[in-house]
């Protein structure tokens, strides 16, 4: 029988984990988390990520920005918190408003606050394997292989999406754990016979169910980052489940595969950021 790897029961124990080690090590940190504009969807993340905070007992300070707020007044936010001691990580959720330069912001938080690893910074870190803070879905992924004890060194492992925020870091976390990596991409030709060619499959398309069957090789680990409502209003992934699950020798279901494990990890990088010297 496949195993279900449990994003959810993972997600909680790493949350325990630092619960413990703020508590232990009365560890001090607060993140700043900065909203600009109501997105609904975006209010729902910010929530969470606020009573992440909550539950492994560091702060968290909320900036609810209106819609129409320049950029400048944003970069002015984040140089004020760049320099307040306080202020252990910086977030800023995406997407911003279109007249935000989203570049521009990212590379405006300090590297030693960049609890979400999109600067620059920490993406280079990552390329050449320095310590740093890494983007949270991708070393969530790590972690869900290593607690279900998912061998990954020498594995091959194809990578579908090349995103800056999923793909690319993915593949780089992939590589710095000795697996032999292929991206796949829009403009990949042949994708299925690659995908077939994977040990550990990891989807992140943004493509209701087009991973199916005829993709994955016999008792693969399949990795599903894909999140999409269906019209019926429950969710699916990038992965047909239905189709794939007798294939593999484990895969993340969704919801409760990939998803819960971001937001642990954000909280690993809070309490990274803590104890990072400024
Ligand atoms: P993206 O749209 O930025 O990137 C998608 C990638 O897939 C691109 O690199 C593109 O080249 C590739 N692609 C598109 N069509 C393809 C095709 N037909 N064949 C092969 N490759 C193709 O998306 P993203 O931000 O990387 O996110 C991917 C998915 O993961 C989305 O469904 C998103 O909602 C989800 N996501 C989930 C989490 C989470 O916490 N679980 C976090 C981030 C993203």
């Known amino acids: 029988m496949p195993t279900i790897i449990d994003g959810k029961a993972i997600s909680t124990a790493i949350k325990d984990e630092l619960k413990k080690e703020v508590a232990d090590r009365n560890i001090k940190a607060t993140l700043a988390v900065i909203?600009?504009?109501?997105?609904?969807?975006?209010?729902v993340y910010v929530g969470n990520k606020k009573k992440a905070c909550a539950y492994i007992g560091i702060g968290s300070k909320s900036y609810e920005l209106p819609e129409e707020t320049t950029e400048e007044d944003?970069?002015?936010?984040?140089?004020?918190?760049n320099k307040d001691d306080e202020i252990s990580g910086i977030l800023v959720q995406l997407p911003v408003p279109k007249h935000i330069?989203?570049?521009?912001i990212t590379a405006a938080i300090s590297p030693l606050k960049d609890v979400d690893g999109f600067h620059p910074e920490s993406v280079g870190r990552l390329c050449i394997g320095q310590e740093g803070f890494v983007s949270c879905t991708p070393a969530g992924i790590i972690e869900l292989l290593k607690r279900t004890g998912v061998e990954i060194e020498g594995k091959e492992c194809v990578v579908i999406g090349r995103s800056n925020i999923v793909?690319?870091?993915m593949a780089l976390l992939m590589l710095a754990n000795n697996a032999t990596v292929t991206v796949?991409?829009?403009?990949?030709?042949?994708?299925?016979?690659?995908c077939k060619r994977a040990d550990i499959l990891i989807a992140a398309v943004?493509?209701?169910?087009?991973?199916?069957?005829?993709?994955v090789k016999e008792g693969a680990v399949v990795i599903d980052v894909g999140i999409h409502r269906m019209e019926n209003g429950k969710l699916c992934g990038d992965v047909d489940?239905?189709?794939?699950?007798?294939?593999?020798?484990?895969?993340t279901p969704v919801p409760g595969g990939v998803g819960p494990m971001t937001i642990a990890m954000l909280m690993v990088n809070c309490v990274k950021a803590a104890a990072w010297e400024k």
């Open 35 to 43: 909203q600009v504009g109501n997105d609904p969807a975006s209010t």
């Open 74 to 81: 944003l970069l002015g936010l984040i140089d004020d918190l």
């Open 101 to 104: 330069n989203e570049k521009k």
């Open 167 to 169: 793909g690319k870091p």
């Open 184 to 194: 796949c991409h829009s403009r990949t030709k042949d994708l299925a016979g690659i």
């Open 206 to 215: 943004g493509k209701p169910k087009m991973i199916t069957s005829e993709y």
């Open 241 to 251: 489940y239905d189709d794939v699950y007798e294939h593999t020798s484990a895969i």
